[in-house]
């Protein structure tokens, strides 16, 4: 049995549909037998719809994988194209916990006063912190590191720190981007932080890509 599961969440127009299922395809080209936990025009138990948390059911979808016993995963967006075996993000969780792109973006612009108040931090405090892509997230849930990260992200999550759409038009949010601010928060706030340099992710060395992306906008 494959160690490694792989997560996607698809819904609404038809081109991420179209897209979940090329992700699909890519994956099963080099990992034929992964377990796949795929949800289309429909949420992951436990997550809430995208308008009451804005991207919410990611954490869901990966602890609903985590509750299935698997203990190696990687969330898709489904716009995402496997184009190698994943070997390397499994190197390099040990020393992130968790793998995820590193967002040009300094993090703050980008972060709400409610978020800031759950971790306990201040503007000043993570001036120099880095937001995230939240393209793809890979766990390993052996490692103490990556079980406290999600831990973090999930219950931020829970508590409605991702954000709502009604928040998000009332301008309230100032900004906030969702699970990839709170991700940043959590890695952070672990001691860690979002990979940067050679992530092997929508690169223009296809010699070398893991993870290319093809979105429709």
């Not at 969702?178 to 992530?199: F, N, Q, R, T, W």
Request: aromatic fraction near 16%; proline fraction near 4%.
């Amino acid at each position: 049995m494959n160690d490694i599961c792989f997560t996607s969440v698809a819904f609404g127009d038809k081109r991420y549909i179209e897209q979940q299922a090329r992700l699909k395809h890519s994956i099963l080209q080099i990992y034929p037998d992964a377990p796949l936990f795929f949800w289309t025009n429909e949420m992951p138990p436990g997550a809430r719809s995208m308008s009451e948390s804005l991207y919410g059911f990611k954490p869901h979808a990966v602890n609903y994988a985590h509750e299935q016993g698997f203990k190696k995963i990687m969330f898709f967006d489904p716009a995402c194209i496997l184009m190698k075996p994943i070997s390397f993000y499994q190197y390099e969780v040990y020393e992130y916990g968790v793998c995820c792109a590193r967002d040009d973006n300094k993090l703050s612009p980008f972060c709400s006063d409610w978020a800031l108040q759950h971790y306990q931090l201040s503007r000043e405090d993570i001036k120099d912190w880095h937001l995230v892509g939240g393209s793809f997230y890979y766990f390993d849930f052996n490692l103490e590191l990556s079980r406290k990260i999600f831990t973090s992200w999930l219950i931020a999550e829970q508590l409605d720190l991702f954000g709502s759409q009604k928040e998000q038009a009332s301008g309230l949010l100032q900004g906030h981007r969702h699970d990839e601010a709170i991700m940043a928060l959590s890695l952070y706030c672990a001691y860690s932080k979002p990979m940067s340099g050679d992530v092997r992710y929508n690169c223009e060395n296809k010699e070398v890509c893991i993870i290319d992306k093809k979105h429709f906008k």
